[in-house]
């Protein structure tokens, strides 16, 4: 069993930065894939980035240049810098994680882009 604990979200101004975490507990000895998905009201759940222990970061196309995903292994804690945030970032993000062939999923820590 692997529980996800995000932080980091808040209430930031147009082009602020805002850092998020997300640290995973339990027995685990390896994570394979790690990523940051996003729902807005009234939206889908949306692919942010993703990052495996074997492959490069993937982002979607409308945060490219702007997020950044990393991972510290030694800590099981994936992270998303988010930087020139947009309006249309405002969403719950939510991490999850692929370990063993199942996915697991964070409470999820809310993001509003607001002037």
């Known amino acids: 069993q692997v529980q996800l604990v995000e932080s980091g979200g808040g209430l930031v101004q147009p082009g602020g930065s805002l850092r998020l975490s997300c640290a995973a507990s339990?027995?685990?000895?390896?994570?394979?894939?790690m990523g940051w998905y996003r729902q807005a009201p009234g939206k889908q759940r949306e692919l942010v980035a993703a990052i495996t222990d074997r492959d490069g970061p993937n982002y979607a196309n409308s945060v490219k240049g702007r997020f950044t995903i990393s991972r510290d292994n030694a800590k099981n804690t994936v992270y998303l810098q988010m930087n020139s945030v947009r309006p249309e970032d405002t969403a719950l993000y939510c991490c999850a994680v692929n370990y063993e062939g199942s996915f697991y999923w964070g409470q999820g820590t809310q993001v509003t882009v607001s002037s």
């Open positions: 339990g027995s685990i000895f390896s994570i394979y894939f």
